[in-house]
Structure formats: C-alpha cells, structure tokens
RNA sequence: GGUCCCGUAGCUCAGCUGGAUAGAGCAGCGGACUUCUAAUCCGCAGGUCGCAGGUUCGAAUCCUGCCGGGAUCGCCA
C-alpha cells in the first residue's frame, strides 16, 4: 500500500465505436443545417467567405413557444456581412424551410430564427433511446483521451467523517461520468502519510496498545487523537507484537506502529468508501516519492532549477496579521507567480524537510510522467487558497502542456429534522461517513450530496433524505422510475405479450403519441445528450441531479394526468398499438433516468421498499 | 490587508459558460380529489438577479470598483 501502483489497464471496458452512428443529439443534427444554410449564404456571395460561426448558436429557446431550436446566427453575422440582423435571418430561414424535418422557421424579436420540429421528428428520439441503449447520451467528447481524478484523499489518521463525504461523492460521480463521456480515468487517492499527523496517529496508537498490555493510561494527552477507534488497533499491535515495542525507545518504535497504524486506518477508510460504493484504481503514497533510495522531490526540485524556476530568497511577511513566530529566512522558493499565483512558494521546511507543497508537485509531476494531459483534484473548501500554486506547479512541471482543473466542495451542514447536529471534535463526538450511510443508505447520501453545485454549501438532513414524499428528491427521482417499472407489471393483465420492459418497440407506431403532455416528456428525453454533454465539459454532475429531478416531475405529471383523464392512461385495454407507443415512451423513460442514476452512482430501483 | 468562493421570490436553491417576458421546490392564498395505475392534483400570487459603472445588437452570466457573508493567508496537512 505504501508504494504508487500503475493505473489499472481497463481491459475489459467497452470500445465505443466512433464510426457508427452518432448518438442521438438532435441538436447536432440541427446545427449543421443551420451551418450549412450560412455555408450556402457564402457561396451566394451574400456573407464573405470567412465569415467565422464560432459564435453561431442552435439551442432549445428557455421559453418553450419560442419553438424547439433557435440560432442567433442572424444577429451573430450582421456585422461581418454589413447586413441588418432580420435581412439575414429571412435569407437563413428561407433555406432552412427546406429542411423536412422543419414544420416551421419564424424570424422574432433582434433576430432570432425559431424553428417548430416537424411532428414525425420527436418519435425518432424514443426509437434512438431504444436503439442506443447504454450508449444514448453519450457525449462524443472524451475519444479515449486519459484524464486523471484526485479525490477523497483523506489523511489517514481516522475514519471519514461527513465532511469527507461529498468530496468522495462528488469526484466518483465526476469520474463517472467522464468515463461515459468516452476518456479513460484513473481514480486516485492521494495518501499523506508522510507529516507530523502520521507520527501523531503512531503515538496515539501506542498508547492504545499500552492500554491494551493492561497499563493505565489516564486521560489521552491533548495532541493526540482521543476517539475509541484505535483501541482496536492497540489490540491488535498487542496480537503482533506482544510485549516487544514496551522495552523499545520511540525511534525504535514509532516506524513500526506508524506504518501499523497508517495500514490499519487505510483498510477502515477504503471499508467506508466501499459502503459508498467508491473505488480508486490507484492509492500514491506521499511516503513512497522518498522511499526506496530515490527522492523524487528533490528530482521535481532540480527539475525546476534546471529550467531556473528555483531560487532562493525571502518573502515579504503576509500582509495584515503577521503569525507570532514569524521569521525572515532564506529558503528555498518556486517561482509561481510566473504561472499566475500570488506569490512564490516555499519548498523546504527551516528544520530540512520538504513542505506538503514540495511533495505535492512531485506527486503532479508523477501524475504528468504517467501520460496525463487532464487532471482534476478535488478538495475540501479549506485548500481553496491552495489552487493557485497547485496550478502552477503543473503548468511549470508539464511545460505548460498539462491542464490541472480543480473542483472545491462546500460544507455540508448536518441536520436531523431541521436542528444541525452537533459535532465536536474535542469530544470525539463528530458524525462519521460510516454513521450517515448506515442510517440512511448509499443511494441517498449519494443524490443528495449531487443535489446542489459543488462550490454551494449543502443542508444534508438525515430525516428529510429519506422521507417518501414529493419534498424528497432521491425518493422522488427513485420512484420515477419504480413507477415505470410498475407500469409494465399492472400492464401484464391486459396485455400480457407487451408486459417486459426489455421488449423491441421498433415497430410500435409511436405517431399515436400526440398529447401536448406525452410530447413534453419527449422533449425532456430529448434534452439528455445535450445535458451530459454540458456536464461533462464543465466537471458539474449536479446538473445530472437537477435534470433527473426534472424529468422525474415531467413523467409524474404525465401520470397524474391519467387520474383525471382515463384515455391518457398507459394501459388501454382496448388499443393494443396504443398501448405499445406509450409504454415505448414510459420505457425510454425509464432508460434515461436508469442511465442518468447509473453514472451518479445511485441504484435504480424498479420497486420501493 | 491579499486571494478565492458565495449574494437570484419570504425560505432552500437552479439558470444549459452571452440570448428573447429570469425558473423549480417548499412556505402563503384559492380550488379540486375520497382510491384512481403507487406516497395527492391544478391554479394564483410572489423579483431593481447585493449596489454602481463598463464591454455589445443583447448581461443574472464577462470586466472594473464598492457593500455584505464565508474560506484561506511562509515551516499544518
């Protein structure tokens, strides 16, 4: 455990066939007739030749009787062609008209074109989400690129506790869904086993094992760990060791307990990660960089000295308070504020050893000479003020060539029923990971914690979470789809050969779907692709959280609808085809929201309770 | 004092990296529903997007400066 293991190879991980058909971004196929009618507008001599589209949009409007698609393209080329906006935009929409899966081009407002889809158009999106299966949604961004995800990294001196919680969440739903966008991710968790803390856990372990040789220890020390979870570990050092560490000096002692102990909290730690469903292809051991006879900090070092990007110096004092045993010194320095940070940063401790930063850049660098291009840290909202140094550190080790992105997680404020619960950790009364997730489950804790932006602080009541009602969103995105799922076991009596859900519905004559109701949920279908494909750019799954909650309210409102309205019900007893083309709706329903659950990490269930 | 994050309806928050009249859910008000397929449903009201400038056809979104809240600030990790 203590040294750096190579990335898994992922032998068995599907190959995406690039080469098939696109997967079923309807706005794709829009932009390109768009793009095409400018391309046409060039030839005609009506736009010069160069004319760049970059800024070129075709988006669904945000209010919904605007159309399905508009493109700013008009007002976007009014300059480069010395044309007014709406002039343009007739002479795009008169091209687009020619399009059949158009039904209608309007020009509106500073010019805007909106377009209404041809009705035959939105049944495509259903039999797409049948065809493609697993595959439906899939951005076309990653092309088997390697990207490498840091995250939970917890130091391992005890067990995770809720603040940990989201951190882990978030870059296991993140790795996700880089991983279905088409990159290959490494998971990483980065050990720090190598500060003051460890010594600390070696300490307080050892205390424990005295206590467990039948000595009285007395109160635990302040500056060692008091919580109860290393009397285990006392024990079991007894069990190894016996009386032997009692007769030995501390520098005898302290390596062996340390790394004992250091083992001991990485095996309870990976256990909660596992209730969490959470795994990491790598654990790098801050240790091993200045283990086995190579220091690899003091390569980074001369690395950078060698690109004259060491040297030593002072800094001027931090501004405002001045820490009390503040000393001006000559140290050794990086130069980040060559690659955008506020100042240069120490490397060498005044006692000789590297700082956390020093072995953090090894670390990066480490990460760079493995071959990755894209990394992503994620951190705790403390180490925010760390970003800047980090990114520098990996813009100076790769030659500016690797990009580092990192994602900070809020707090997560506990609560039980409203009233925060209160942790201390004096007391060693702090919730652990272990505790929420035995309470309330993994697929909870998991939705919740994507339930709201990374860099937002995040309530988390343990009441709440697992309430079955409509003011629960993991309940109500579950039972989304458990009802799917349900539909088709009530549709067994009826129609009996239309009852599995795994059923082909390429023949179902989906044109029978004609309820402003049925096509609204069509649309939300239809805006998946487009949705995992801005989630996955910007690094954000909550937008994953947001749309399933989204859709799920769709789905449930068409639902209700059949209360009221028996004739909009799935199941018509008496219309076999119509049954067929809405239950090829629910199961398309069904599909996405399994899709989306899957890549957060969270189990559809096909029934509650 | 420096840096970073946040500031959107009474509350909790979205807002698709610059689009049109800024959206949900609670809470509030007004109705419907009494077992229909499974944990109610529909409607109404609610806003100077912290403030002030700037960039442009167009800003909650980008830039600058303030105000307020949080995090952090050579050797902790």
Known sequence: MHSAMLPRKSANRTNWNLAKATPMNLFRHFEALVLAAIDHLKNDGVLPAETPVEKVTVEPPRDPTHGDIATNAAMVLAKPAKKPPREIASLIAAQLKK????????????????????DSFWPQVIHAIHREGDDFGRPQIGQGQPVNVEYVSANPTGPMHVGHCRGAVFGDALANLLEFAGYEVTREYYIND???????????????????MGQE??????????????????????????????????????????????????????????????????FFSERSLTAGGVDQVAQTIDELRAKHLIYEGRLPPPKGKRPDDWEDRKQTLFRAEEFGDDSDRALIKSDGSYTYFAADM??????????????????????????????????????????????????????????????SKRAGSFVTLRD?????????????????????????????????????????????????????????????????????????????LNDAAELGLIKSLAAYPRLMESAAKSHEPHRIAFYLHDLASTFHGLWNRGIDLPHLRFNQPEDKELTKARLALVAATAKVLASGLKVLGVTAVRELR
């Open 99 to 118: 399009a059949h899966d158009i039904k209608t081009v309007e020009i509106a407002g500073p010019g805007f074109i909106n377009m209404v889809l041809a």
């Open 194 to 212: 190598a500060g003051a803390q460890v010594d600390v856990l070696a300490r307080s372990a050892y205390l424990r094992y005295r206590e467990a």
């Open 217 to 282: 220890i007395g109160e635990i020390p302040s500056g060692l760990y008091p919580g109860d979870y290393l009397k285990p570990v006392g024990e079991a050092l007894k069990a190894k060791y016996g009386d032997v560490l009692l007769d030995m000096t501390e520098q005898e002692w302290l390596p062996r307990v340390r790394d004992f102990a250091i083992d001991a909290m990485m095996t309870t730690i990976k256990g909660d990660l596992a209730a969490l469903n959470i795994r990491h292809d790598v």
């Open 362 to 423: 090894a670390y990066h660098r480490d990460k760079i000479r493995r071959g990755f291009k894209e990394m992503i840290d994620v951190w705790g909202a403390d180490h925010g003020g760390y970003i800047k140094r980090m990114k520098a550190a990996v813009a100076a080790l790769s030659g500016r060539k690797a990009n580092l992105d990192v994602k900070i997680c809020q707090l997560v404020n506990l609560l039980r029923d409203g009233e925060p619960v209160k942790m």
């Open 436 to 512: 929420v997730v035995d309470e309330v489950g993994a697929d909870a804790t998991r939705f919740m914690m994507l339930f709201r932006k990374n860099d937002a602080p995040l309530d988390f009541d343990l009441v709440k979470v697992v309430e079955q009602s409509r003011d629960n969103p993991v309940f109500y995105v579950q039972y989304a789809h458990a009802r799917a799922h349900s539909v088709f076991r009530k549709v067994r009596d009826d129609h009996p050969e239309l009852a599995d859900i795994e059923q082909d519905f390429s023949d179902a004559d989906l044109s029978r």
